[in-house]
């Protein structure tokens, strides 16, 4: 069983650095997670990584149901990198 990990705000600018260079390790699912699933598949899309191991995903982290949406999807490590990180 693949190695699981989720990146929240994954397609954002520290978030895609992160999954960019994830993206190419065999070993691990990757889970490239935003608030804007168009924007988080387009994301995952340009990546070119095989679609078993990379999937796009639509998480709020400030939505009523993250902990659940994230429980469900059986992460061995979450990254979290979403922002605003300009305050």
Not at 65 to 84: C, E, M, N, Q
């Amino acid at each position: 069983m693949a190695f699981r990990i989720v990146v929240l705000g994954g397609y954002g600018n520290f978030g895609g650095r992160i999954c960019r260079s994830l993206a190419t390790d065999k070993e691990i699912w990757l889970g490239v997670a935003g608030r804007d699933l168009t924007r988080a598949k387009e994301f995952v899309r340009a990546l070119g990584a095989p679609a078993a191991l990379c999937e796009s995903l639509s998480i709020d982290h400030e939505g009523e149901d993250f902990s659940s949406s994230l429980a469900a999807l059986r992460p061995d490590l979450v990254i979290h990198t979403s922002g605003p990180f300009q305050d």
